[in-house]
């Protein structure tokens, strides 16, 4: 089992839809959670942290996570056409070194 | 600087060549960390530095791999005897601490193809 899970995609949603982007983690400790965007050969550019239990607003984006269900997830509002990226999860652990560790990224189309 | 410097930005290199990547992470920035990112995939975790102390180094594929980073400022990844199976994009992050609420700059990458 990989430690951070994503479904590859791709996930294709109309312009002006609600785009649901989600990850799941195998780790019980891990303390926090990361979306990045990427563009195609762009780098990954951080887009949303959460931290807590529940939901989490910025803007189109909102995160949630459950720890318990141990499962993060990204909604985008309104999607756009140059939303289309892939979206990686990434989770740190709560102790020692906490290095983050990336799922292997869900690819969006938002048509116009 | 603004942001995390990567270069170069391209390498091409024959098989048995060795190769040097640099990094300049984002000034004041005491974590420095080296993924690679194989085509289709997540970042993979390599190695990271706290200031000029490499605390993990867990991730280097093979002692063909070295990174050093001497005075806590910039940071070179050089892998020896390149092969094939070393083409990938090579992607330099940095963070100002490593508390968990703390995510990572990426520099643009290098790609590296061998061939």
């Known amino acids: 089992q990989k430690e951070v899970e994503q479904n590859s995609g791709p996930l294709s949603v109309p312009e002006g839809a609600i785009a649901s982007l989600n990850c799941t983690y195998s780790?019980?400790?891990?303390?926090?959670f990361f979306w990045y965007r990427q563009y195609s050969g762009k780098s990954p550019e951080l887009i949303m942290s959460?931290?807590?239990?529940g939901d989490k607003e910025d803007g189109r984006f909102t995160a949630q996570l459950n720890k318990a269900s141990q499962y993060v997830s990204l909604l985008i509002r309104d999607s756009q056409p140059s939303d289309s990226a892939t979206y990686l999860c990434?989770?740190?652990?709560?102790?020692?070194?906490?290095?983050?560790?990336f799922g292997t990224g869900t690819r969006l189309l938002v048509s116009p | 600087g603004a942001g995390v410097s990567q270069s170069p930005r391209y390498k091409v290199a024959k098989r048995g060549q060795d190769v040097a990547l640099r990094c300049d992470p984002i000034?004041?920035?005491?974590?420095l960390f080296w993924y690679q990112q194989a085509l289709g995939q997540g970042p993979e975790f390599l190695t990271y530095?706290?200031?000029?102390?490499?605390?993990?180094k867990s991730g280097l594929p093979s002692d063909r791999f070295f990174a050093e980073r001497p005075e806590g400022s910039v940071s070179t990844l050089k892998i020896q005897r390149t092969q094939q199976e070393d083409s990938a994009v090579y992607l330099c992050?940095?963070?100002?601490?490593?508390?968990?609420?703390?995510?990572?700059?990426f520099g643009s990458g290098t790609r590296l193809t061998v061939v």
């Open positions: 000034s004041g920035h005491v974590s």
């Open positions: 780790d019980r400790g891990s303390q926090s």
């Open positions: 959460i931290y807590s239990n």
């Open positions: 992050a940095s963070s100002p601490g490593q508390g968990f609420h703390y995510g990572y700059t």
């Open positions: 990434a989770v740190k652990r709560g102790t020692g070194f906490q290095k983050l560790v």
């Open positions: 530095f706290q200031n000029e102390a490499q605390l993990d």
